[in-house]
């Protein structure tokens, strides 16, 4: 499995349109995609802290497929108006996502 993470912050008056943003256009584009397991939205408790966007991704062809098709950055780009500053992407690889019990 692949484990995308894109780290942001948000600046304070654009926080609800970035979560509306998110979970009604990124989340259902990036949950379309062949091979996505999950997408979310992690929010910091402490406010210092960055928003995280991660996908999970069956495996590496897809995530890199997801990438090469410029969904990822279109999203990006639409979500750049709600970010105080650049976004960076990280990408991990796992044998296992935990599930709950």
Not at 48 to 58: G, R
Request: aromatic residues 8%; proline residues 3%.
């Amino acid at each position: 499995m692949i484990v995308r993470l894109t780290y942001f912050s948000v600046l304070p008056d654009r926080l609800e349109a970035m979560r509306k943003m998110y979970n009604e256009e990124a989340i259902p584009v990036v949950r379309s995609q062949k091979g996505n397991l999950d997408c979310k939205l992690l929010e910091p408790v402490n406010k210092d802290d960055d928003f995280i966007s991660m996908t999970v991704w069956d495996n590496r062809e897809d995530a890199d497929a997801y990438q090469n098709a410029g969904v990822y950055k279109k999203l990006v780009e639409k979500a750049r108006a709600h970010f105080n500053g650049d976004s960076v992407l990280k990408v991990y690889k796992t044998e296992s996502i935990m599930e709950h019990a």
